[in-house]
């Protein structure tokens, strides 16, 4: 009964992890809409208009260009990293599958000496 008991632990672990991995996802489509929204709004811009950053309490004047270019290489990043998590929450569910299967086969055993 303990080793069910152990492989159970392991199964919630797994789906702690998947559960962890999908959160993290989740942010990540929120900032890639958030930068989305910045681009839309930036190509109004002309390109000498005034954009600024606020960086700690101060907002610093940046090129529009400048802004255009980072927010564009912000939303890659993250989607580069939503890929990242994409093949973890893959791996996750693999696991947590298979890991279910095994407490099932350990149960059935179990349930059948008895």
């Known amino acids: 009964m303990a080793e069910i008991e152990g492989e159970i632990t392991v199964f919630r672990q797994i789906q702690k992890e ?14 890639v809409g958030e930068n ?16 600024f950053k606020l960086i700690g309490p101060v ?8 802004v255009k270019a980072n927010v564009s290489t912000r939303i890659e990043f993250i989607k580069k990293d939503m890929a990242k998590i994409d093949a973890q929450i ?14 099932m086969r350990m149960q059935q055993s179990k349930a059948a000496a008895q």
Request: aromatic share 4%; hydrophobic share 40%.
């Open 18 to 31: 998947l559960e962890r991995a999908i959160n993290l996802k989740h942010q990540a489509l929120s900032q």
């Open 36 to 51: 989305e929204m910045v681009v839309a709004e930036l190509q109004f811009l002309e390109e000498d208009a005034k954009v």
């Open 59 to 66: 907002l610093v004047q940046q090129d529009v260009v400048e």
């Open 90 to 103: 893959k791996d996750y569910e693999k696991k947590a599958e298979e890991q279910r299967q095994k407490v």
